[in-house]
Nanobody, 126 residues
Framework: QVQLVESGGGLVQAGGSLRLSCAAS????????MGWFRQAPGKEREFVAA????????KYADSVTGRFTISRDNAKNTVYLQMNSLKPEDTAVYYC???????????????????WGQGTQVTVSS
């Protein structure tokens, strides 16, 4: 099992940047694919980005491609989400998640992830 703790959220103006971090406990972090999801009030949780356990493959939602970058440091048990050119529609609670059942492709459905952090609020003002 792994415990996940997100940090780095906050209030930023449109066009600004934030870097989210997700610190994981447990010895098996480096064997999990990791994902970032977000949920805005009244909306379903949606996929943002995912990264292979090795860090060699990434996947992004169309809405963030070119603006967000997911990365990981397995030596630090941490996954990151660098968010640039932020828009008001990026406002949401952001969650990191771990997928222990690593398959051939990175997953983008939140129900397929096994462990979740508590979330961190990102608010982008116009």
């Amino acid at each position: 099992q792994v415990q996940l703790v997100e940090s780095g959220g906050g209030l930023v103006q449109a066009g600004g940047s934030l870097r989210l971090s997700c610190a994981a406990s447990g010895r098996t972090f480096s064997s999990y694919d990791m994902g970032w999801f977000r949920q805005a009030p009244g909306k379903e949780r949606e996929f943002v980005a995912a990264i292979r356990w090795s860090g060699g493959t990434t996947k992004y939602a169309d809405s963030v491609t070119g603006r967000f970058t997911i990365s990981r440091d397995n030596a630090k048990n941490t996954v990151y989400l660098q968010m640039n050119s932020l828009k008001p529609e990026d406002t949401a609670v952001y969650y990191c998640a771990a997928d222990r059942d690593v398959g051939l492709i990175l997953r983008s459905r939140w129900r397929e992830y096994d462990y979740w952090g508590q979330g961190t609020q990102v608010t982008v003002s116009s």
